[in-house]
């Protein structure tokens, strides 16, 4: 069974500019979570998507929104980028089985901010 | 608030036994995680334990949880070279958000 997918792996863009990463998840997991990873602040979650509807959210502001579509591929978008943003963005899914829902990672979108 | 920490870094020679601690605050937490993120790669999950357990061992694994003094620690048997890598403990109340830890990074020397 292919593993949880994200597009594109690196990115670089500059300061006010807009992005979308993309996140593929495990066959049949309906599940989507995002998280930000940078070296001052850790592992820090984004928002959790679950048929098309986001269920749980962290304290990101707004320019950081997502969503899900029926097939369970999910989006972020980062609006007006700001240089603090470069960070390694993870996505997980899962089955949603309730209990201990076991989280699968992908490999993560690099992104770097000029 | 929710607060996970670890130690920043371990080092061990191959062969030895590592240890990986964390503490953490959330008294709601029901299952505790262990990651493990190698350089350039995303998070793999190691093994979890759920809150009324104190012990949960998996093949070289072993997780020991003190719900008490909310501590948990990763040992790994028989430490090889493979195993050099970040390791992030993770808590969750039962759903999706998981609160991890800031990483300690394990060095296994020859």
């Known amino acids: 069974k292919a593993g949880v997918t994200q597009t594109p792996r690196y990115l670089i863009k500059t300061r006010g500019q807009q992005v979308t990463l993309s996140c593929s998840?495990?066959?049949?997991?309906?599940?989507?979570?995002?998280?930000?990873?940078?070296?001052?602040?850790?592992?820090?979650?984004?928002?959790?998507?679950?048929?098309?509807?986001?269920?749980?959210?962290?304290?990101?502001?707004?320019?950081?929104?997502?969503?899900?579509?029926?097939?369970?591929?999910?989006?972020?978008?980062?609006?007006?980028?700001?240089?603090?943003?470069?960070?390694?963005?993870?996505?997980?899914?899962?089955?949603?089985?309730?209990?201990?829902?076991?989280q699968y990672f992908g490999p993560g979108t690099r992104l770097t901010v000029l | 608030g929710e607060d996970v920490e670890q130690s920043l870094f371990l080092s061990v020679r191959e062969g030895d036994s590592s240890v990986i601690n964390c503490t953490y605050t959330d008294s709601s937490s029901t299952y505790l995680y262990w990651y493990k993120q190698e350089p350039g790669a995303g998070l793999q999950l190691l093994t979890y334990i759920f809150s009324n357990m104190d012990?949960?061992?998996?093949?070289?694994?072993?997780?020991?949880?003190?719900?008490?003094?909310?501590?948990?620690?990763?040992?790994?048997?028989?430490?090889?070279?493979?195993?050099?890598a970040i390791y992030f403990c993770a808590e969750g109340g039962g759903g999706n958000k998981l609160t991890f830890g800031t990483g300690t990074q394990l060095k296994v020397e020859l």
């Open chain 2, 55 to 84: 012990m949960k061992q998996d093949q070289r694994l072993t997780v020991l949880l003190n719900k008490k003094d909310k501590h948990l620690s990763l040992r790994i048997a028989d430490t090889q070279t493979g195993d050099s």
């Open chain 1, 25 to 102: 998840p495990i066959s049949g997991h309906r599940s989507v979570s995002w998280y930000q990873q940078t070296p001052g602040q850790g592992l820090q979650f984004l928002f959790e998507y679950f048929s098309e509807t986001q269920r749980n959210k962290g304290n990101f502001p707004g320019r950081f929104s997502g969503r899900q579509f029926s097939n369970s591929r999910s989006e972020m978008n980062v609006s007006t980028l700001e240089l603090g943003d470069s960070a390694l963005y993870l996505c997980a899914s899962s089955l949603n089985r309730g209990g201990a829902d076991t």
